[in-house]
């Protein structure tokens, strides 16, 4: 297949190329920068001018979009709409484009997040049936996946992948996250009882590589692994797979929301989510549980 990403060069993108090529399909990229002779071909557009390469949508089997700005930094009122604009307004350029072009591509695959159920800490667990949080998380995933859909109101096959915290040692909340164990100040944030879901970087690429081949898939999916894990939990397990101390004592909420601001609440707050539907499909996780995933990324520096 001829597979377009968008936010192909970020930690997701970047794997999710490699495991596609591997498996023999064709990938190329938008992205800021145009260079069609790489490995990995790049085809030029600008979200700030609605400027879109149309030659990278007339050779898509499938789009895979993954383009967003980083929610891993201080919510100013700028930021957020930036947070915001990054993801709808770039998925509403390729449902123009493509409208002007009468380009039907067989999929269209949306990245989402489980920021989608809120940032609140409940013993609740969250199915996709659940409706959006009316916070600041809730509200970005809300619209996002709102530009997804006008893609099935065109008959265009669609999947949003709901995903956790991705588990990678090539970035992400992980390679931070490593940071103080390594130096053996392993400790939970705030209250460490907040729900942490959580997928290994492999996993989720699997998942959408699933949506990409399995024509009856449609519709949002939780992709998280099945294990429930609260953040004091995936902290004492980081610990002991690297091999250092876990500190019984926690980084004080009020610490944290006058370092990281109005972002705290991606740390101190947390959900558990049902990955049911998405085994319903077939799909098999490699990485289940949180000792599993961690020996194979710490060993493979994936």
């Not at 953040?231 to 004592?249: D, G, H, I, S, T």
């Not at 109005?262 to 799909?283: H, N, P, Q, W, Y």
Request: charged residues 25%.
């Amino acid at each position: 297949m001829n597979i377009l990403i968008t936010g192909g060069s970020g930690l997701t993108g970047r794997r999710l190329s490699e495991m596609l090529m591997q498996q023999g399909h064709k990938v190329f990229w938008l992205g800021r920068q145009k260079n069609v002779h790489e490995t990995i071909p790049s085809f030029y557009w600008d979200p700030e001018k609605n400027y879109i390469d149309e030659k990278a949508l007339e050779k898509a089997d499938r789009i895979i979009h993954l383009a967003g700005m980083s929610i891993n930094q201080r919510w100013t009122k700028k930021n957020k709409q930036q947070i915001i604009d990054s993801r709808v307004k770039t998925a509403r350029m390729i449902f123009d484009a493509l409208s002007r072009m009468g380009k039907h591509p067989e999929a269209f695959i949306s990245a989402s997040a489980a920021g989608y159920y809120g940032t609140y800490t409940s013993d609740k667990i969250f199915t996709e049936t659940d409706k959006p949080a009316n916070d600041f998380t809730g509200t970005v995933c809300r619209l996002w996946e709102e530009q997804a859909r006008l893609f099935s109101t065109a008959g265009i096959r669609t999947v949003i992948l709901r995903s956790g915290v991705v588990l990678s040692t090539r970035g992400g909340a992980l390679q931070k996250m490593m940071v103080p164990v390594k130096a053996g100040f392993g400790v939970p944030a705030g209250t460490g009882k907040q729900y942490f879901p959580w997928i290994h970087i492999d996993d989720l690429c699997r998942l959408y590589i699933k949506a990409i081949e399995d024509r009856s898939m449609e519709g949002p999916y939780n992709a998280v692994a099945p294990e429930h894990l609260t953040n004091a939990e995936f902290m004492r397990a980081l610990c002991r797979v690297m091999k250092k101390p876990f500190r019984q004592f926690s980084v004080p909420p009020l610490l944290m929301k006058l370092f990281f601001g109005e972002m705290s609440v991606l740390l101190l707050e947390g959900s558990r989510l049902s990955c049911r539907k998405a085994i319903e499909t077939g799909f098999t996780f490699e990485f289940p549980d949180i000792d599993t995933a961690l020996t194979d990324l710490l060993a493979e520096k994936k």
